[in-house]
């Protein structure tokens, strides 16, 4: 069995400041995880992914997350926020091992927003 | 635009009304999966296909859903019967032999 838990529903942030979307996962076995966002009226789009390669992932947008055995934690972050950032942020796990989507079980989602 | 595109993007129908998606896929992509996402969660996966091949459903299928890719290509999702539990954003995506999943824009249904 597998699941993921974002930790927080919703973050606020000022634009230029750190952004923090924390993620833990539940899995019987060594798991693919991705983070996935989605803007209003887009289709999710992926960010970035963690397939047993290095542990410090880096995606699209200045966005990285690190994958913490020891703590089943793969928390998403990025140094400076942009209004652009503005978005539901889902993280996600599998068991397939190149993360085919047919094994994705999505979180809840993370509202991220991003203030002035 | 090359991506998955779903058609409609928006549905309303009346209770107990049939209704059908469709999906078409990115051209070279030979596998295609269905999710659903309510209001405040995340997208839960209901079926795939490869090529034509229907090789896995969720128990979140009732009898109602029936989904099809005839020829391998664009899949259409059909609703029976609609109850208003039925009313979420109904995703697809497309692959290349289990890689990047690539979803479309969505197609939400509001069930009055």
């Known amino acids: 069995a597998q699941s993921v838990t974002q930790l927080d529903s919703h973050v606020s942030v000022s634009e230029g400041t750190p952004v923090l979307l924390r993620c833990n996962y539940s899995s019987s076995y060594s798991p693919s995880l991705f983070w996935y966002v989605q803007h209003p009226n887009k289709g999710l789009q992926l960010l970035l992914k963690y397939t047993s390669a290095a542990t410090l992932v880096k995606g699209i947008n200045g966005f990285e997350a690190e994958f913490k055995k020891s703590e089943t934690s793969f928390h998403l972050t990025k140094p400076s926020a942009h209004m652009s950032d503005a978005a539901e942020y889902f993280c996600?796990?599998?068991?397939?091992?190149?993360?085919?989507?047919?094994?994705?079980?999505f979180g809840k989602g993370t509202h991220l927003i991003i203030q002035p | 635009d090359t991506g998955v595109s779903q058609d409609p993007r928006h549905k309303i129908t009346k209770r107990g009304q049939n209704v059908t998606f469709r999906c078409d896929p990115i051209?070279?992509?030979?596998?295609l999966y269905w999710y659903r996402q309510t209001l405040g969660q995340g997208p839960e996966f209901l079926t795939y296909?490869?090529?034509?091949?229907?090789?896995?459903k969720s128990r979140l299928l009732s009898d109602r859903f029936s989904a099809e890719r005839p020829k391998g290509s664009f899949s259409t999702l059909e609703i029976q019967r609609t109850e208003q539990g039925d009313s979420a954003m109904y995703l697809c995506a497309s692959t290349r032999d289990s890689t990047e999943a690539f979803f479309g824009q969505g197609t939400r249904l509001t069930v009055v």
């Open positions: 051209s070279e992509h030979n596998r």
């Open positions: 296909f490869q090529n034509e091949a229907q090789l896995e």
């Open positions: 996600v796990v599998s068991l397939r091992p190149r993360g085919g989507a047919d094994g994705l079980t």
